[in-house]
């Protein structure tokens, strides 16, 4: 019998466990959506439409702050130790770093409202694939953090360098465009902040990735990132 308070704290303390990796992986779905609607916007050149989406970045920051007060309910229930502390750390980390790409799907639903305001130029097509890798990684380093799955964490964290593969591709393109017609600098230039933000979300899905291994393993994922992003790099 005396077992019994203990038994209770334990399932009490999975049951907000398993409550707040919810709301993580609710976070993250709202993100995801954030991004295609943004998308979309760009491509309909619906500035209405863009002010919804920015406006909805607030959601995603309510639930973070939940998110704190459940990592507080959390220590409150049992002093974790080991692999439970690792559980509230991770979930500090993501909810961290899903706030980010809410931030950064609202930047760009921003730049398109700007974006209306020039003729349309066509390698803005690039920025849809750019985004569905981006989202594809989101979604799928969602799911492992929700099943625990470190092995697909660590194939999202090597999707990463085609991610920067094909950013580096879009900003020579831009930039060429840019040469060719300077009357397509001011929406170039747009397009390319927009690019750097759904590359940046790609890093922070890599890095939910990597808080994902370290939880389930208790150890850093051994290696470096493949970058491949050279858009910084000096021209030869």
């Not at 303390?13 to 995801?32: F, N, S």
């Not at 969602?142 to 660590?154: K, V």
Request: charged content about 30%; some cysteine.
């Amino acid at each position: 019998m005396h077992n019994q308070p203990h038994n209770h704290i334990v399932k009490s303390y999975d049951e907000e466990l398993q409550r707040l990796t919810g709301e993580i992986v609710r976070m993250g779905e709202i993100a995801v959506y954030q991004l295609g609607a943004a998308i979309d916007v760009l491509d309909r050149r619906d500035s209405r439409a863009a002010e919804r989406v920015i406006a909805n970045d607030d959601a995603i920051d309510v639930l973070e702050h939940d998110v704190s007060h459940g990592v507080l309910r959390l220590l409150a229930l049992r002093q974790p130790m080991a692999r439970d502390l690792r559980d509230v750390l991770a979930a500090l980390r993501i909810a961290a770093a899903i706030e980010r790409i809410g931030d950064y799907a609202a930047n760009v639903a921003k730049r398109t409202m700007t974006l209306n305001m020039h003729p349309p130029v066509a390698p803005a097509r690039g920025l849809r694939t750019l985004a569905d890798i981006a989202s594809g990684m989101v979604n799928d380093v969602l799911r492992a953090y929700q099943e625990r799955d470190a092995d697909l964490a660590r194939a999202v964290r090597e999707r990463d360098a085609e991610l920067d593969t094909l950013h580096t591709s879009l900003f020579r393109e831009l930039l060429t465009y840019m040469m060719e017609d300077p009357r397509t600098i001011s929406s170039c230039a747009h397009l390319l902040f927009m690019a750097k933000n759904i590359e940046r979300i790609g890093d922070h899905a890599t890095n939910i990735a990597e808080n994902v291994w370290f939880l389930v393993h208790g150890e850093e994922l051994q290696g470096e990132r493949d970058k491949r992003d050279d858009s910084s790099a000096p021209a030869p």
